[in-house]
């Protein structure tokens, strides 16, 4: 019932070789109709394209996100059917102002977001962990005054985001990806048991 509230992805987190295109948390708040969000970066080069070249205003449908199988882990892409407006185009370059990195530029390539009417979702040609709200506010987007916050980061993102952020509306939300937390979850072959903490 008190918002803002960050749900932060951790088992597709970039910084830690996560593919920054898993779609299930964005998929889930879809189908919980959660409203007054903001999610990203998505990185997803051939959607920024799309939306480039439809331009600001325009209404697009895409297959958004899940482009990257992750064989090692046994899953496989799943890209998202979304349509909305592209709110905003930029060139996905900030100053870096947070406490972690201060003034140094951040480089996310191209970048635009879509508006789904319930949700700004910022979609990035590169991979870039959000550990500064520059990568919402960058594009127009205050995270501080939406209600939900969708990220990918597992603790990077404390250092930007701790301050505005009550402590007890910070939810790790953890779903497959490469940078699971849950161990049970990994395929080993090359470990010897029994071995902490998977025994």
Not at 24 to 49: H, M, R, T
Not at 64 to 71: A, F, H, T, V, W
Not at 169 to 193: H, K, Q
């Given at each position: 019932?008190?918002?803002?509230?960050?749900?932060?992805?951790?088992?597709?987190?970039?910084?830690?070789?996560?593919?920054?295109?898993?779609?299930?948390?964005?998929?889930?708040?879809?189908?919980?109709?959660?409203?007054?969000?903001?999610?990203?970066?998505?990185?997803?080069?051939?959607?920024?394209?799309?939306?480039?070249?439809?331009?600001?205003?325009?209404?697009?449908?895409?297959?958004?996100?899940?482009?990257?199988?992750?064989?090692?882990?046994?899953?496989?892409?799943?890209?998202?059917?979304?349509?909305?407006?592209?709110?905003?185009?930029?060139?996905?370059?900030?100053?870096?102002?947070?406490?972690?990195?201060?003034?140094?530029?951040?480089?996310?390539?191209?970048?635009?977001?879509?508006?789904?009417?319930?949700?700004?979702?910022?979609?990035?040609?590169?991979?870039?962990?959000?550990?500064?709200?520059?990568?919402?506010?960058?594009?127009g987007i205050d995270p501080r005054r939406k209600k939900y916050v969708l990220i990918k980061s597992r603790q990077h993102f404390?250092?930007?985001?701790?301050?505005?952020?009550?402590?007890?509306?910070?939810?790790?939300?953890?779903?497959?990806?490469?940078?699971?937390?849950?161990?049970?979850?990994?395929?080993?072959?090359?470990?010897?048991r029994p071995i902490w903490p998977l025994d």
């Amino acid at each position: 019932t008190d918002y803002p509230v960050v749900m932060a992805d951790h088992g597709d987190n970039t910084a830690s070789g996560g593919t920054q295109d898993v779609m299930s948390v964005i998929e889930e708040a879809i189908k919980q109709e959660l409203e007054d969000a903001c999610a990203g970066p998505i990185c997803d080069p051939a959607c920024v394209e799309q939306m480039i070249k439809a331009g600001v205003g325009a209404e697009v449908t895409l297959e958004l996100g899940g482009k990257i199988d992750m064989p090692a882990m046994g899953l496989k892409g799943k890209p998202l059917k979304i349509t909305g407006k592209v709110k905003a185009i930029t060139d996905g370059q900030f100053v870096v102002t947070g406490p972690m990195a201060t003034g140094t530029t951040v480089r996310m390539g191209r970048t635009a977001v879509l508006d789904t009417g319930k949700m700004q979702i910022v979609v990035s040609e590169k991979r870039a962990e959000p550990y500064d709200l520059g990568v919402f506010t960058h594009c127009g987007i205050d995270p501080r005054r939406k209600k939900y916050v969708l990220i990918k980061s597992r603790q990077h993102f404390r250092a930007g985001f701790d301050e505005h952020f009550m402590p007890d509306r910070i939810l790790e939300v953890d779903v497959p990806g490469l940078t699971t937390v849950m161990l049970d979850r990994v395929p080993w072959r090359a470990v010897p048991r029994p071995i902490w903490p998977l025994d």
